[in-house]
């Protein structure tokens, strides 16, 4: 295997996580615009403003290194966000009660891989004084609160739209 400029795919992986960003804004942003008026509205409007913040401070963090903002790959995750709503979902003209189930999932996920990634420029945090690991913690200390609003608002489209129960409590109970 060819030794690779660490700086170089610093700027690489960076991108890739800039450009999953963008998708999650995307994301986060239209679920909060699909539940306002709902009692979730609230919540879900400051989760997309977080996670929006988060991506600022990705891009901040980017150039905080002198490393290139790649803008291309985030234009064709943006893309492929809002190509991915013209899914089949078994509807015509209305969302599918799994939408919001799928959603959530999906945004979850994006939520996990940012933490990772953060997780990742903390551990290099020594070799990179650019990077500030204080800040850094916060960020995903913020992913992780992150995640658990949306576990909880998982579980609670899995019973609105199969009459399901948190698996955390079946697994519990079968003990």
Do not use: C
């Amino acid at each position: 295997m060819a030794t690779s400029d660490p700086r170089r795919l610093l700027g690489i992986y960076l991108s890739d996580h800039l450009a999953g960003a963008a998708g999650g804004v995307a994301l986060a942003r239209r679920i909060a615009r699909t539940h306002s008026g709902s009692g979730d509205a609230e919540r879900l409007a400051r989760l997309a403003q977080d996670i929006a913040a988060d991506r600022g401070a990705a891009l901040s963090i980017v150039r905080s290194l002198g490393l290139p903002v790649r803008g291309y790959k985030s234009v064709a995750v943006w893309a492929a966000e809002k190509a991915a709503r013209r899914k089949f979902n078994g509807r015509l003209r209305d969302r599918s009660p799994l939408s919001d189930l799928v959603e959530l999932e999906a945004l979850r996920l994006a939520v996990e891989g940012k933490a990772a990634g953060w997780r990742t420029l903390l551990a290099i945090a020594d070799r990179e004084t650019d990077l500030d690991a204080r800040a850094l913690r916060m960020l995903l200390d913020r992913a992780e609160a992150q995640a658990a609003v949306l576990e909880e608002l998982r579980v609670k489209a899995v019973d609105e739209v199969f009459g399901g129960r948190d698996v955390h409590a079946v697994t519990d109970a079968s003990e």
